[in-house]
């Protein structure tokens, strides 16, 4: 159980473009789901905290007219990278928390690797 | 602020061999601790936790210490693996809390044939 699928594993795409990235929660319903960046042999960077039916809340430097996300349902959320540049390059990966209740471990995605060129 | 950190970065252990790997947090309020597993190329994978009212819980090949008093954490694997070569995560959370998992900066573990 707990199984969350990112959808695309990886896409290159051009500078100025946009690019949508999904993540679904497979066996779970997730109240909240998160979203982060990693750069190579660096930890885990939060983007923004995705609740359903809400807007999400971005960390501190982090551009939230660049990096849209929606979370429609309590299986799905989305982060579309708009008018992606080469420094957008990166590791992507979501994760998801349990609706449940006394439930705090996050389940994540396999990860999205996007390259701007 | 908070963090979660670890005391090495790089972790080699011949086959067969058991890791210890650690990590120090100084919440002080965080009564929720976690292992993830990441391998190359992918998301950190779930291995084991442990909530705060314990100071020991033991998974399959794998054993969580706790020890509030010096706020440490560590993850013991027995019989290290080649499959075990990852990239080792701690992180540590209140429960309940609506906040995200404060992670640690990672320890590398090779394992050597």
């Known amino acids: 159980g707990a199984v969350v699928s990112q959808h695309p594993s990886w896409v290159i795409c051009k500078s100025g473009t946009s690019v949508k990235i999904e993540c679904r929660s497979l066996d779970f319903q997730a109240t909240t789901m998160f979203w982060y960046r990693q750069f190579p042999k660096q930890s885990l960077m939060l983007m923004a905290t995705s609740n359903e039916g809400s807007k999400a809340t971005y960390e501190q430097g982090v551009e939230k007219d660049k990096f849209l996300i929606n979370h429609a349902s309590l299986t799905l959320s989305t982060l579309t990278v708009t008018s992606a540049h080469p420094e957008d390059s990166s590791f992507y990966i979501c994760?998801?928390?349990?609706?449940?209740?006394?439930?705090?471990?996050?389940?994540f995605g396999p990860g999205t690797r996007l390259t701007v060129l | 602020g908070e963090s979660v950190g670890l005391h090495l970065p790089t972790l080699s252990v011949q086959e067969g061999d058991n890791s210890i790997i650690n990590c120090a947090y100084s919440?002080?309020?965080?009564?929720?601790f976690i292992w993830y597993k990441q391998e190359s190329g992918k998301g950190p994978q779930f291995i084991i936790d442990i909530r705060s009212n314990m100071d020991k819980r033991q998974g399959q090949r794998v054993t969580v210490l706790l020890n509030k008093t010096v706020k440490h954490l560590s993850l013991q694997i027995a019989a290290t693996q080649p499959g075990d070569s990852a990239v080792y995560f701690c992180a540590e959370n209140i429960s309940g809390s609506a906040r995200q998992l404060t992670f640690g900066s990672g320890t590398q573990l090779t394992v050597l044939p």
């Open positions: 919440n002080s309020a965080s009564d929720y």
């Open positions: 994760s998801a928390r349990s609706a449940g209740t006394g439930t705090d471990t996050q389940y």
